[in-house]
């Protein structure tokens, strides 16, 4: 199946894995792109150091493209943006923020850079920048999340620029990627199905919180301070939702968050830690390889969709 994304990239498969903080590292990021998707490294609040082991331990797995997350929030974002040069990284996807800072450095080393948007006008104003294409991400998905569902976002983004739309946020299957086709994208990103892939490193206890959630089991913190966070609910999400309703402090409730996604990943805190997934985490029931992952998306994408081109 080749798409305008398949083309641009020079990947297999129109498949993005997210660039999911403390999650999205080489083992997972290699395998994705060893399976034929495009495999991307969270750049996360990591050091450019840690971030530069993880693109070398990456290209270890394999040759394919491999991309590199930068999230702008980050204290090192500066410097992240700078390695993705240094390392030669051929696609660069951002989040949680505008790019523009970087824009021309990329561009005059040629790297592709293909931002999260949440909104058309950041999409315009991106393609203006340059970018290669974007990233629709509704407020399905997990993690940091704007405040549009991906169904309403993605047609409406398709129609305001000329360059190729990733849809993301609730896709986790074939019907959802074939969906997201139909709604004019050119690719999908998943993070939730990937959480729980064989070479992904986060903890068993967060894969099995994830596999046994129901579809109603996400709650958004943080929506009074303009942070609106999505993930599992539990333990750490009743205090803060209490804490929230009661009018706490930014800095107290940020307190409460500190660490958390480290206690959940690495620790599998899953009372303390925050368990970021996606509303489609219902619909995960299994850990697979990225490979089957994959293959089985695709196959399932192709009886839906015929076997089309998307160019
Ligand atoms: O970035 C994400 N998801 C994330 S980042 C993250 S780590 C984190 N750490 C500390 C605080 C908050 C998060 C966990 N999950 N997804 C991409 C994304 N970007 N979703 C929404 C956006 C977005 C929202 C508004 C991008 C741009 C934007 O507006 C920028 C502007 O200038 O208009």
Known sequence: MKTQITELLNIEY?????????VAEHSLAGAVSKAGGLGIIAGANAPADVVRKEIQMAREITDKPIG????????????VAQVVVEEKIPVVTTGAGSPEKYISMWQEADVKFIPVVASVALAKRMERYGASAVIAEGCESGGHIGSHTTISLVPQVVDAVNIPVIAAG??????GMAAAFMLGA???QMGTRFLVADESIIHDNYKDRVIRAKD?????????????????????????????KEGASFEELEHLTLGALRKAVIEGNVDDGTLM??????LVKERMSCKD???????????????????
């Open 14 to 22: 129109p498949i993005f894995q997210g660039g999911m903080a403390w």
């Open 68 to 79: 590199v997350n930068v999230m702008l929030l980050s204290p090192y974002a500066d410097e």
């Open 170 to 175: 609730g896709i986790a299957d074939g019907r």
């Open 186 to 188: 050119s690719a999908v």
């Open 216 to 244: 109603i089991d996400t709650e958004v913190t943080g929506m009074s301070h303009g942070h609106p966070v999505r993930q599992l609910r539990n333990k750490m999400t009743r205090e803060y939702a209490k804490l929230e």
């Open 277 to 282: 997934a996606g509303q489609i985490a219902g």
């Open 293 to 311: 992952i994959i293959e089985e998306i695709m196959s399932d994408t192709k009886k839906l969709l015929g076997d089309k081109d998307f160019l």
